[in-house]
């Protein structure tokens, strides 16, 4: 069965609905192409101070992507945690430029729906890669007491690191995850379905690198930090000789299509930008091509020289 995604929608049937999404007089409902299947009135909506989201799910059992400019903070981990609902809050006038900005968003999560087993053999394929890069994280990881990665995928860096939270918006990937232990939250790194200030570590794993909004990312990360809570943003730097292996496979092939392959100074500028005080910078595989790495490498301070990097925020 198709996934649907129900805009909240104003009286006029065309502009999306200002308010919170449980109260939206109208649901646009989309398929997964873009289309408008219909038009729903919410049976609700009359009731101003109604934030009940397993009566809005209820009414939308078969839909699995609420989209809407406003939900409460409470509802949105609700519909996420106990009804596996996939949110997303919008800066948009109407329905359409809406359920747009929801399908350019998830590009990046239909590749990894259609090659999970791809994705999951990259890892026993370059296992010295693998392993290098989980060293350095374990080695530069601060203390913490709840943590949870942002699109944390098949739980491959999260699951040995500890981390027994994740969001994750691709299905496939998050059932593996869920295998792995991990409690996985459906949910955008834009839009992260998260209470403010409610985890003291945030790992972001190359998931920068295919997001949609990389700064709003970014902010939504030091939103659910606490104060002097801390991030690890990894990514794979573009201006190295693996960054730039990296690259030519973004022209040839669909699984790095849409990906945003970054500096460190551009990434490092990013998170100073929203707010983070920056703590350091380390850097792992020494090499020309991921394909000469047969034995896991060390790691070190700075940039430059490892193709993959990870910078430490604190907010």
Same mark, same amino acid.
Request: proline share 4%; glycine share 8%.
């Given at each position: 069965?198709?996934?649907?995604? !129900?805009?909240?929608?104003?009286?006029?049937?065309?502009?999306?609905?200002?308010?919170?999404?449980?109260?939206?007089?109208?649901?646009?409902?989309?398929?997964?192409?873009?289309?408008?299947?219909?038009?729903r009135?919410?049976?609700f909506?009359?009731?101003?101070?109604h934030?009940?989201?397993?009566?809005?799910?209820?009414? +939308?059992?078969?839909?699995?992507?609420?989209?809407?400019?406003?939900?409460? @903070?409470?509802?949105?981990?609700?519909l996420?945690?106990?009804?596996?609902?996939?949110?997303?809050?919008?800066?948009?006038?109407d329905?359409?430029?809406?359920?747009?900005?929801?399908?350019?968003?998830?590009?990046?999560?239909?590749v990894?729906?259609?090659?999970?087993?791809?994705?999951?053999?990259? %890892?026993?394929?370059?296992?010295a890669v693998?392993?290098?890069?989980?060293?350095?994280?374990?080695?530069?990881?601060?203390k913490?007491?709840? !943590?949870?990665?942002i699109?944390?995928?098949?739980?491959?860096?999260?699951?040995?690191?500890?981390?027994?939270?994740?969001?994750?918006?691709?299905?496939?990937?998050?059932?593996?995850a869920?295998?792995?232990?991990?409690?996985?939250?459906p949910?955008?790194?834009?839009?992260?379905?998260? +209470?403010?200030?409610?985890?003291?570590f945030?790992?972001?794993?190359?998931?920068?690198?295919?997001?949609?909004?990389?700064?709003k990312?970014?902010?939504?990360?030091?939103?659910? +930090?606490?104060?002097?809570?801390?991030?690890?943003?990894?990514?794979?730097?573009?201006?190295?000789?693996?960054?730039?292996e990296?690259?030519?496979?973004?022209?040839?092939?669909?699984?790095?299509?849409?990906?945003?392959?970054?500096?460190t100074e551009?990434?490092?500028?990013?998170?100073?930008?929203?707010?983070?005080?920056?703590?350091?910078?380390?850097?792992?595989? %020494?090499?020309?091509?991921?394909?000469?790495?047969?034995?896991? @490498?060390?790691?070190?301070?700075?940039?430059?020289?490892g193709?993959?990097?990870?910078?430490?925020?604190?907010?």
């Amino acid at each position: 069965m198709k996934n649907l995604i !129900a805009v909240a929608t104003a009286k006029d049937k065309k502009s999306l609905w200002p308010g919170h999404f449980g109260v939206s007089p109208f649901y646009s409902i989309f398929d997964e192409e873009g289309n408008l299947i219909e038009t729903r009135e919410n049976p609700f909506s009359k009731d101003k101070h109604h934030d009940d989201p397993f009566k809005v799910k209820e009414f +939308l059992s078969d839909v699995s992507t609420f989209v809407g400019k406003n939900m409460g @903070q409470k509802s949105r981990k609700k519909l996420t945690e106990k009804l596996k609902v996939r949110t997303m809050l919008v800066d948009a006038e109407d329905i359409y430029d809406a359920i747009r900005y929801y399908l350019d968003a998830k590009k990046n999560i239909d590749v990894f729906e259609r090659c999970t087993d791809k994705y999951e053999d990259w %890892f026993d394929k370059y296992p010295a890669v693998y392993e290098s890069e989980i060293n350095m994280l374990k080695g530069i990881m601060p203390k913490w007491d709840k !943590a949870i990665e942002i699109g944390v995928g098949s739980g491959r860096f999260a699951y040995p690191l500890g981390i027994k939270e994740g969001v994750e918006p691709s299905e496939s990937m998050s059932k593996i995850a869920q295998e792995r232990g991990i409690k996985i939250y459906p949910g955008f790194a834009e839009n992260l379905p998260i +209470l403010d200030e409610e985890y003291d570590f945030v790992l972001m794993a190359v998931t920068i690198c295919f997001v949609k909004d990389p700064i709003k990312s970014l902010k939504e990360v030091y939103r659910i +930090l606490k104060k002097g809570g801390k991030t690890v943003v990894a990514i794979v730097d573009r201006e190295t000789a693996i960054g730039k292996e990296y690259l030519r496979k973004k022209e040839k092939g669909e699984f790095y299509k849409n990906v945003n392959f970054f500096s460190t100074e551009e990434l490092i500028d990013m998170m100073k930008n929203t707010g983070f005080e920056i703590e350091g910078v380390y850097q792992t595989l %020494f090499a020309d091509s991921i394909k000469e790495i047969k034995e896991p @490498q060390p790691y070190k301070e700075g940039y430059s020289e490892g193709g993959f990097v990870a910078v430490i925020g604190k907010k």
